[in-house]
């Protein structure tokens, strides 16, 4: 009898809260798919089906190069699990752009139709776009936004229809030589949305990307640029999932954004990789003189999570905020760390860093807050909390502070909080199974990350986070 | 009918802590426990409860006759047995409220946990605190968290009443508690009383007893039921202490009846 609860208890371990939405990996129809060594010929390929201007192909190929000269990143650790000669790096599914739901062939339909998407854009949304493997397969926007010059595309439509505004930014904030998996983000990416918000215009209602992968072995390099002119206002949402894989898929996304003058720019990521995904997120923003960039990031999925949203503030006056959740709730890593460059006077920045450990989970920060000589007054407060729920899970902090400026003052404060038994015997004396106690205690944990979120995140998150302790793993 | 422990001896760590205890909690009374410090009375309550540190090795828990030995301790709570802890630890992250929404959720089988699903909740926790002298924004504290002593009993007995269990177990809830919440405390004692619930109190003090006449007191020496009797012998420790106790029934050599 004990045995069998035992090893029940190990089988729902495995419980995937991406797999219970989405199911397994099914066939989707392709009609490109470039696969094996990464060679000079694939990434002229992948340039050519594009159809891209010069620039884009030499900068791909730029790229290139830094990824063959470019060190393995000391640490990138456990991507060794992929075979980076075998997987398939481009892959177009089988259907038209669609700007309606039923227009979408009926395999990819079915996926987003489990996440809900239709229902939350007509809901909430001023535009979406969906990407499934390494293309657009879904866009619209609201006629509002073209009317005040919003410009919201998939990302090689705009080089294609924008190229000057493009180039301007297009792996500048997050130049390929960064690292070696930057550097082949530049070489192969493919799918990913280009936002320009025009000066003086604010969007309230957020935008969406969501983004699936739909096979094993897959390797997805999305890579999306959200540009707001001076004083314009925009919040941009990333999604992702993906179904159950048999094998690894490798996920090297990149996220630049850059608000000019006094412009905001709010970037929420809600991360639902199934648990073959290795991820590896390049994110980093440019603020300029009085802008002010917010990221949030809620960290569920996923095999390895790597992902540290970073902010240059460049100009005086500039802001930033990064709250960053992870979950690491079985046999997960998770890589995380806001990281901030003070270069402007009287920059400020508020970081704040959220793990909970649970079921052998590791948690990892390494934050970094840089403040260069000259950012006079510039102040950075650092928040990390750890919530750790067993013996068996661990929570590391590596925080890196570097001030060059004597004006500066940058505040850290680090706690980590373990459930003990008392808490768990108090709470399970109260009627709730442990589980429940465990869900009580994370979603208290994350009462005010979830408070910032729009209310249709903070449900889903929400309802992960149940779901994730439940021992049934069925929705509530 | 009620709470019965029988024969039960049980063990934490390598140390055992219970040793031969039988007793009985009835409805519609109310049954002492006292003892030293470390003579088991807390380990008798968590025992009860089925906290999992604590190991049974022989006798029985029954509640209205059926054993709940086997029960994990959510269950034993759903079945209606509450423990207003002596040290509630804080848990840290979770407010006071949403614990209470949270519990009353499960007892109501409501399957989202999180909102109230019967909303008068809200309303009657702020009564009964404002009752209980707590300020109200203590429910939106974290549970326990800074609270004072006075203050952790109160908020135990807090959730003692909108918890409202059958047999209630109150662990030394007298002890660093002021004269009102004294008071407090045996009205709402009396009160389960009055209703047919079942009371286990454990207590160093007769002064309590003063508020609420006990219907039995069981004495615990180490680990062992040492003497049963009524308020009388409750009066008898408190006048003489336990080491004439322990003088006694090494003279006497019965453990029952003083
Ligand atoms: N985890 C543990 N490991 C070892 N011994 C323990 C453990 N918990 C309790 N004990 C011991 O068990 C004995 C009984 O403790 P218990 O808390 O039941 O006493 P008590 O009668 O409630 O005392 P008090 O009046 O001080 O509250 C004590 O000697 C205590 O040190
Ligand atoms: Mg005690």
């Given at each position: 009898?004990?045995?069998?609860?035992?090893?029940?208890?190990?089988?729902?371990?495995?419980?995937?809260?991406?797999?219970?939405?989405?199911?397994?990996?099914?066939?989707?129809?392709?009609?490109?798919?470039?696969?094996?060594?990464?060679?000079?010929?694939?990434?002229?390929?992948?340039?050519?089906?594009?159809?891209?201007?010069?620039?884009?192909?030499?900068?791909?190929?730029?790229?290139?190069?830094?990824?063959?000269?470019?060190?393995?990143p000391k640490w990138?650790?456990?991507?060794?699990?992929?075979?980076?000669?075998?997987?398939?790096?481009?892959?177009?599914?089988?259907?038209?752009?669609?700007?309606?739901?039923?227009?979408?062939?009926?395999?990819?339909?079915?996926?987003?139709?489990?996440?809900?998407?239709?229902?939350?854009?007509?809901?909430?949304?001023?535009?979406?776009?969906?990407?499934?493997?390494?293309?657009?397969?879904?866009?619209?926007?609201?006629?509002?936004?073209?009317?005040?010059?919003?410009?919201?595309?998939?990302?090689?439509?705009?080089?294609?229809?924008?190229?000057?505004?493009?180039?301007?930014?297009?792996?500048r904030v997050f130049p390929?030589s960064d690292h070696?998996?930057a550097?082949?983000?530049?070489?192969?990416?493919?799918?990913?949305?280009?936002?320009?918000?025009?000066?003086?215009?604010?969007?309230?209602?957020?935008?969406?990307?969501?983004?699936?992968?739909?096979?094993?072995?897959?390797?997805?390099?999305?890579?999306?640029?959200?540009?707001?002119?001076?004083?314009?206002?925009?919040?941009?949402?990333?999604?992702?999932?993906?179904?159950?894989?048999?094998?690894?898929?490798?996920?090297?996304?990149?996220v630049e954004a850059y608000a000019?003058?006094?412009?905001?720019?709010?970037?929420?990521?809600?991360?639902?990789?199934?648990?073959?995904?290795?991820?590896?997120n390049n994110k980093r923003a440019i603020a300029e003189e009085?802008a002010r960039v917010d990221w949030?990031e809620?960290?569920?999925?996923?095999?390895?999570?790597y992902v540290y949203p970073s902010t240059i503030l460049k100009g005086d006056n500039s802001a930033t905020r990064s709250a960053v959740?992870?979950?690491?709730?079985?046999?997960?890593?998770?890589d995380s760390g806001s990281k901030v460059v003070h270069v402007g006077k009287n920059t400020r920045s508020q970081i704040i860093n959220?793990?909970?450990?649970?079921?052998?989970?590791?948690?990892v920060y390494r934050g970094i807050v840089r403040v260069v000589r000259g950012a006079r007054n510039a102040t950075a407060n650092v928040e990390c909390?750890?919530?750790?729920?067993?013996?068996?899970?661990?929570?590391?902090t590596y925080p890196h502070n570097q001030v060059d400026e004597p004006t500066a003052s940058v505040n850290h404060e680090a706690?980590?909080?373990?459930?003990?038994?008392?808490?768990?015997?108090?709470?399970?004396?109260?009627?709730?199974?442990?589980?429940?106690?465990?869900?009580?205690?994370?979603?208290?944990?994350?009462?005010?990350?979830?408070?910032?979120?729009?209310?249709?995140?903070?449900?889903?998150?929400?309802?992960?986070?149940?779901?994730?302790?439940?021992?049934?793993?069925?929705?509530? | 009918?009620?709470?019965?422990?029988?024969?039960?001896?049980?063990?934490?760590?390598?140390?055992?802590?219970?040793?031969?205890?039988?007793?009985?909690?009835?409805?519609?009374?109310?049954?002492?426990?006292?003892?030293?410090?470390?003579?088991?009375?807390?380990?008798?309550?968590?025992?009860?409860?089925?906290?999992?540190?604590?190991?049974?090795?022989?006798?029985?828990?029954?509640?209205?006759?059926?054993?709940?030995?086997?029960?994990?301790?959510?269950?034993?709570?759903?079945?209606?047995?509450?423990?207003?802890?002596?040290?509630?630890?804080?848990?840290?992250?979770?407010?006071?409220?949403?614990?209470?929404?949270?519990?009353?959720?499960?007892?109501?089988?409501?399957?989202?946990?999180?909102?109230?699903?019967?909303?008068?909740?809200?309303?009657?926790?702020?009564?009964?605190?404002?009752?209980?002298?707590?300020?109200?924004?203590?429910?939106?504290?974290?549970?326990?968290?800074?609270?004072?002593?006075?203050?952790?009993?109160?908020?135990?007995?807090?959730?003692?009443?909108?918890?409202?269990?059958?047999?209630?177990?109150?662990?030394?809830?007298?002890?660093?508690?002021?004269?009102?919440?004294?008071?407090?405390?045996?009205?709402?004692?009396?009160?389960?009383?009055?209703?047919?619930?079942?009371?286990?109190?454990?207590?160093?003090?007769?002064?309590?007893?003063?508020?609420?006449?006990?219907?039995?007191?069981?004495?615990?020496?180490?680990?062992?039921?040492?003497?049963?009797?009524?308020?009388?012998?409750?009066?008898?420790?408190?006048?003489?202490?336990?080491?004439?106790?322990?003088?006694?029934?090494?003279?006497?050599?019965?453990?029952?009846?003083?």
């Amino acid at each position: 009898m004990g045995d069998i609860v035992e090893l029940k208890r190990e089988l729902l371990k495995d419980v995937d809260l991406a797999e219970q939405l989405l199911g397994r990996e099914r066939p989707v129809k392709t009609e490109v798919e470039i696969r094996g060594k990464i060679t000079r010929s694939m990434v002229e390929e992948i340039s050519r089906i594009k159809k891209e201007p010069d620039w884009m192909r030499r900068l791909r190929l730029r790229s290139l190069e830094l990824f063959y000269k470019l060190p393995w990143p000391k640490w990138l650790t456990g991507i060794e699990v992929l075979d980076l000669d075998e997987m398939v790096y481009y892959a177009k599914p089988e259907a038209e752009r669609a700007s309606s739901w039923d227009e979408l062939p009926k395999e990819i339909r079915e996926y987003y139709e489990k996440l809900g998407l239709p229902e939350l854009e007509a809901r909430f949304l001023a535009g979406l776009v969906g990407v499934f493997d390494s293309e657009t397969v879904y866009a619209r926007i609201k006629k509002y936004l073209e009317e005040k010059g919003v410009i919201v595309l998939p990302m090689e439509e705009a080089v294609q229809k924008y190229p000057d505004l493009v180039k301007q930014y297009f792996m500048r904030v997050f130049p390929p030589s960064d690292h070696k998996f930057a550097a082949l983000h530049g070489a192969l990416w493919s799918g990913g949305t280009f936002i320009y918000v025009p000066p003086g215009v604010k969007i309230r209602e957020p935008i969406e990307s969501f983004f699936l992968i739909g096979r094993s072995g897959e390797g997805q390099f999305e890579h999306s640029l959200i540009v707001a002119g001076e004083g314009a206002y925009v919040e941009w949402i990333e999604g992702c999932s993906a179904p159950r894989l048999s094998r690894f898929s490798f996920h090297d996304g990149m996220v630049e954004a850059y608000a000019h003058r006094n412009a905001t720019i709010k970037i929420i990521t809600v991360q639902n990789w199934s648990k073959d995904v290795i991820n590896l997120n390049n994110k980093r923003a440019i603020a300029e003189e009085g802008a002010r960039v917010d990221w949030v990031e809620g960290s569920i999925g996923s095999k390895i999570t790597y992902v540290y949203p970073s902010t240059i503030l460049k100009g005086d006056n500039s802001a930033t905020r990064s709250a960053v959740v992870t979950i690491a709730k079985g046999p997960y890593l998770k890589d995380s760390g806001s990281k901030v460059v003070h270069v402007g006077k009287n920059t400020r920045s508020q970081i704040i860093n959220k793990t909970i450990s649970a079921d052998g989970g590791i948690n990892v920060y390494r934050g970094i807050v840089r403040v260069v000589r000259g950012a006079r007054n510039a102040t950075a407060n650092v928040e990390c909390e750890s919530l750790i729920l067993d013996d068996k899970s661990k929570a590391h902090t590596y925080p890196h502070n570097q001030v060059d400026e004597p004006t500066a003052s940058v505040n850290h404060e680090a706690t980590t909080g373990r459930l003990t038994e008392q808490q768990l015997f108090y709470l399970t004396s109260r009627g709730l199974t442990e589980d429940e106690a465990k869900s009580l205690i994370v979603l208290g944990f994350l009462e005010d990350v979830l408070r910032e979120l729009p209310f249709e995140y903070a449900t889903v998150l929400t309802k992960v986070v149940q779901l994730e302790f439940s021992e049934y793993g069925a929705f509530g | 009918m009620g709470l019965e422990v029988v024969n039960l001896t049980a063990k934490v760590g390598d140390k055992i802590v219970l040793r031969n205890v039988s007793l009985k909690v009835d409805y519609g009374a109310v049954h002492v426990i006292m003892g030293p410090n470390g003579s088991g009375k807390s380990s008798l309550a968590y025992v009860i409860m089925g906290r999992p540190i604590y190991e049974v090795l022989e006798g029985d828990i029954l509640l209205d006759g059926e054993s709940i030995k086997d029960l994990p301790t959510e269950e034993r709570a759903l079945k209606g047995i509450f423990l207003a802890q002596q040290d509630p630890p804080q848990v840290p992250g979770v407010r006071l409220s949403s614990l209470i929404i949270t519990f009353t959720n499960k007892k109501l089988g409501a399957k989202d946990l999180t909102r109230p699903k019967d909303p008068s909740v809200i309303k009657r926790m702020y009564e009964v605190a404002t009752k209980l002298g707590l300020p109200r924004e203590i429910l939106q504290r974290e549970v326990n968290v800074g609270f004072s002593g006075g203050e952790k009993k109160r908020s135990e007995i807090l959730q003692a009443m909108l918890f409202d269990a059958k047999i209630v177990i109150f662990d030394e809830p007298d002890s660093g508690l002021d004269i009102d919440g004294l008071r407090i405390v045996a009205d709402y004692i009396k009160s389960l009383r009055d209703a047919g619930k079942g009371v286990m109190l454990i207590t160093h003090y007769a002064r309590l007893l003063n508020y609420v006449k006990p219907d039995k007191v069981t004495v615990l020496l180490d680990g062992k039921v040492a003497a049963t009797g009524g308020p009388e012998l409750a009066q008898l420790v408190e006048e003489k202490g336990y080491a004439y106790l322990r003088a006694k029934i090494a003279k006497g050599g019965g453990s029952t009846g003083v």
